[in-house]
């Protein structure tokens, strides 16, 4: 399938947070996407509505209806990930979130776009109660996502069939987003369910890791939680968000790539 306009949504995995910066704007695994679709169709749109820390109700009160107002058939590709942000919360509430995203699925497969979904990594690597709780949460989460999307014949991407996505290196300082690295492969695995061309060795580990000392690894803790988990917490305190306030990046299909601004 040749596809002449990519529309992406979600949060801040879609928007490309932590990547390298291009026109201003966190680079990301959607518009490395972009980039090659482009090669394929002479006018070929995209428009990427994402805005980082949104809840799947956010996602979809703000960004479902702007979407589907920008279809134009079935040579429309859809991407779709929201509700990760959710699961992590302290009041979350399964039922309500599943259900959201499942209506949300099918609204926009109702418009005609090709779908492509996204599961959610569930092992981490952390231990500990919470992350024993994260996992069962995230799998029950991915039941849904892999429910819907066989339902509406969506494409679904799933971390959890890789090896290579559970590195840890792949994630920026802030142990959340994914790094340069990251949204390179996480780019080559949709090109690869897109029968694009893709770089094959996507899949291939990173060489072992240089063990850093005790106090190093502890110096290293001691910057994270002071730079990103106390934030993170305080803005959790206040009923505040990373999105607040911030726009998305392309609200309206534009000609892709933007050679102009290079």
């Not at 920008?70 to 009041?91: C, E, K, W």
Request: include cysteine.
């Amino acid at each position: 399938m040749i596809y002449q306009r990519f529309i992406a949504l979600g949060d801040s995995f879609t928007e490309g947070m932590c990547d390298e910066k291009k026109y201003g704007q966190y680079r990301g695994w959607a518009d490395r996407v972009a980039d090659v679709m482009a090669q394929y169709h002479p006018d070929f749109t995209y428009s990427n509505l994402a805005i980082r820390g949104k809840l799947v109700r956010q996602v979809v009160d703000e960004q479902i209806e702007p979407a589907i107002a920008q279809v134009s058939g079935a040579d429309t590709l859809i991407s779709f990930h929201a509700g990760a942000n959710d699961v992590i919360r302290p009041g979350y509430k399964s039922e309500t979130v599943l259900a959201l995203y499942a209506d949300a699925v099918r609204r926009l497969a109702a418009s005609g776009a090709t779908l492509i979904l996204f599961t959610v990594l569930e092992r981490t690597g952390n231990t500990g109660r919470s992350a024993k709780m994260w996992e069962a949460r995230f799998r029950e989460f991915n039941r849904n996502v892999r429910s819907v999307g066989f339902e509406v014949g969506a494409i679904i991407a799933d971390p959890n069939k890789e090896i290579a996505f559970s590195d840890r290196r792949f994630l920026a300082f802030d142990r959340l987003h994914l790094n340069s690295m990251g949204h390179y492969r996480v780019a080559q695995a949709v090109l690869e369910l897109l029968e694009l061309p893709f770089d094959a060795t996507w899949r291939d580990a990173l060489p072992p890791a240089k063990a850093n000392p005790k106090i190093m690894r502890a110096f290293i803790t001691a910057m994270w939680f002071i730079t990103f988990a106390l934030p993170w917490m305080w803005r959790r305190a206040r009923g505040k968000s990373s999105g607040d306030g911030r726009s998305c990046k392309y609200p309206t299909a534009i000609h892709w790539p933007l050679s102009h601004l290079d």
